[in-house]
């Protein structure tokens, strides 16, 4: 691992989203034998977030059915129709080559992302396509390669009809021209988080978003923290706020094109947190494209998760639960 604070790593991320651009142009896939007729994206954590957030980008788009998998066996529809794409960054997690077993085993089109790692020898031994992004980071401060490679995939095999590639290259154009502005919402919204439990409202197609706001602030801020989606929340979640609770901070994380009856219920739900005497705080995005608005989001919660583990006082970058763990799984 170097020697990068997370500061850097979240400032590298638009140049992050150019180089993993470029590697995408370079890499050559395989044509799949069979017919595609369904995705499948195996991974964890940092390198299974990137699936959650594009399958959501394609959800008007891809016409075949898109599953995650964040766990060691794949579903009992995969065959030789299914393109299984495995992201693992370091190339060693356990559930990301167990379910790539498993899809060898079904007869899957497979094409992994990785740094190096157990994956990537896999990958040249059985022959299945392998695209290696640079390494030596957390994987979590590298979301920009698995997000760039998982849509590049899905344009090379002609699964998709939109050009996500050019709108993550719009993208980088819209953090760089608004850096600091970010960086000011983002200490703003730190110090709304701060001494409370995070909790973060999207709605249902920038959940991948929330996930990795919650996933941002548990490992570098080290907070616990849970999220939720509008409408869904109206018919669960909304109830249990009814005693109130002051321990709590509410973040809304809203597209600018929200759904107009999911606006409404936006500001009845927030009208009854406040009265329960929750704070609740809504962030709206930017952007022309639901890929422009989620990499706006995602680059936010970054400096939010880093300004957090300031206030917290705690190392952005050191996991030594996940590392202890994983030792114990050896
Ligand atoms: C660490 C991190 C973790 C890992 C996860 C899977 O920065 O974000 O959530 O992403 O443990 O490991 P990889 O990504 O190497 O497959």
Request: charged share 25%.
């Amino acid at each position: 691992m170097n020697e990068k604070t997370m500061d850097k790593l979240i400032r590298e991320f638009p140049g992050n989203i150019t180089e993993a651009i470029k590697i995408a142009g370079e890499a050559r896939l395989r044509e799949p034998q069979s017919e595609i007729r369904n995705v499948v994206v195996c991974g964890m954590g940092g390198s299974g977030i990137g699936g959650k957030i594009v399958s959501q980008w394609v959800y008007n788009d891809l016409e075949v059915p898109f599953t995650l998998v964040n766990d060691y066996v794949l579903p009992a529809f995969v065959n030789e129709n299914t393109l299984l794409i495995a992201s693992s960054y370091s190339g060693n997690t356990e559930e990301t080559l167990s379910a790539v077993e498993d899809g060898l085993s079904k007869g899957a089109h497979i094409v992994a992302v990785c740094s190096g790692g157990k994956l990537q020898a896999m990958a040249e031994e059985k022959s299945f396509d392998v695209i290696v992004v640079p390494g030596g980071n957390p994987p979590r401060a590298s979301l920009a390669f698995s997000l760039v490679q998982l849509v590049s995939i899905l344009e090379k095999l002609e699964l998709v009809t939109i050009r996500y590639s050019a709108q993550l290259e719009k993208s980088v154009e819209l953090l760089l021209a608004n850096e600091s502005k970010i960086k000011e919402e983002a200490i703003e919204i730190a110090d709304f988080l701060f001494e409370k439990m995070p909790i973060i409202y999207s709605t249902s197609l920038f959940e991948g978003v929330a996930i990795r706001t919650r996933q941002q602030l548990n490992e570098n801020a080290k907070t616990l923290c849970w999220h939720h989606v509008i409408p869904e929340m109206n018919h669960n979640e909304l109830v249990g706020w009814s005693g109130g609770d002051k321990r709590f901070a509410s973040l809304f994380l809203i597209n600018s094109d929200i759904y107009e009856r999911n606006a409404f219920r936006l500001s009845v739900s927030k009208k009854v947190m406040e009265e329960k005497g929750a704070g609740t705080m809504v962030v709206y995005s930017k952007g022309e494209s639901r890929v422009e608005e989620a990499i706006y989001f995602i680059h936010l919660v970054d400096w939010v998760s880093f300004y957090l583990s300031e206030k917290n006082k705690v190392d952005p970058i050191a996991i030594p639960v996940i590392d202890y763990l994983k030792g114990e799984l050896e």
